[in-house]
């Protein structure tokens, strides 16, 4: 029997110290009262945990992988490609896993009524997306760099330039959101939503790769982001296993 | 091979720009069964209102199946699941239908239940909760209810609501101080 009392109340045996945030995370001040006091319980993965919802291309509009085609002209701020792969632990595609993601526009302000960062809005930016992978688990779309932005977090704090991601996995459980950092940021260092995952070797995977091979020549650049999901026929914590 | 999972990070302030498609307050439209509705309220260390959350429902029909291998469509087409955001007050509701008793192994039901997702600003990683339902014998049996002390059961079981057809939940994502409203559980997976 494992002693809940003394883990981390949420990494598996086999995870990395540090390479999932605390709920309980200090130095990012929203944590403070959202954050469980009690220890998890851990739940054993029935029917109910294996399985989930899957969504089909239908569901899908014209230019959701494309978030600098949704308006009458082009938004402002550097183009580029985001293409990725979504896997499972065991290194498996995730097939048409539902991928949702969500930005700032290139001056780091979200078209949102509660953002009132004093930058301009662009009528030609909304900053949210959709795709679906394919039989590889491939995805990508097209967009523009984000801005960073500040935050009432502690005195002077700013954002990194990040993409917010939600994904769907095979099971309820895969469920992930994360978000997407880019390569050199000195930001990185001073955010605590970031460095709440303590382990530096996870917190590189959430840094997209800068891929020359994929840019489009004399008109956009291109950035890699690869995302792990759990899997389904994962059992750590079965009955006779602990 | 094995591959380290990616790490979780917050949904943040502004999730619905790119959420919202996906949001409903019908959990299994047009599927057959106890139409129900369940309301209540997303609450905060202080007790206060968490006005910038999402639940998310994972549920079987009323004969105990989980519409899983159909990709749907449309939300209105993704029976069994649904995403709801919270008011501006910190309420939150949706419909459904009462879910049939699933496995737990080859041996042994589940009571009926739905499995709550919960994200929030200030949540770096989402949390897992369930509901189970009022007045249900195969609550005192069930597998994953036993694994939850006695004493905090209570905070997965929703409560008769104003009217006949409804059922009441909160979620109170930590209990700060004794004597306020106990915090629900959550589990680890």
Known sequence: ???????????????????????????????????????????????SERTGPVFGHGLLQPNDNDLTAQHAGQPL?????????????????????????????????????????????????????RVITDEQGRFQFRTIKPGAYPWGNHYNAWRPQHIHFSLFGAGILSRLVTQMYFPGDPLHALDPIFNSITDPNARERLIARFDIEKTEPAFALAYEFNIVLRGTNDTPFEEGKR | MSQP?????????????????????????????????????????DGL?????????????ASGRYISEQP??????????????????????????????????????QAPHLVVLVFMRGLLRNLVTRLYFPDENANLTDPVLQLVPAERRSTLIA????????????????QQKENTKPETVFFAW
């Not at chain 1, 632990?89 to 009524?113: I, M």
């Not at chain 2, 469509?73 to 009462?98: H, L, M, Q, W």
């Open chain 2, 5 to 45: 999972l990616s790490g979780s990070q917050t949904v943040g302030p502004y999730f619905s720009i790119g959420l919202s498609p996906l949001c409903s307050e019908e959990v299994a439209s047009g599927s057959q069964g106890e139409a129900i509705m369940v309301e209540g309220h997303l609450l905060d260390g």
């Open chain 2, 159 to 174: 409560q008769p609501g104003s009217k006949p057809d409804t059922l009441h939940w909160d979620i109170v994502m930590r």
């Open chain 1, 1 to 47: 029997m494992l002693d809940i009392e003394t883990r981390s109340p949420h990494i598996r045996p086999q995870d990395p110290p540090g390479s999932q945030p605390d709920y309980f995370y200090p130095p990012y001040a929203s944590s403070l009262l959202r954050a469980p006091s009690k220890p998890l319980i851990y739940l054993p993965h029935t029917i």
């Open chain 2, 72 to 109: 749907a469509s449309s939300v209105a087409e993704a029976v069994g699941y649904g995403r709801i955001r919270t008011c501006p007050d910190g309420s939150f509701r949706f419909k459904t239908i009462k879910p049939g008793a699933v496995p737990y192994d080859a041996d042994r039901m």
């Open chain 1, 77 to 129: 701020g550097e183009r580029m490609l985001v293409h990725g792969r979504v896997l499972d632990e065991d290194g498996r595609p995730v097939r048409s896993a539902l991928v949702e993601v969500w930005q700032a526009n290139a001056a780091g302000r979200y078209l949102h009524k509660v953002d009132q960062h004093d930058a301009p809005l662009d009528p030609n930016f909304s900053g949210a997306g």
């Open chain 2, 49 to 61: 209102p968490v006005p910038d959350g999402f639940l998310e429902i994972w549920q079987a029909d």
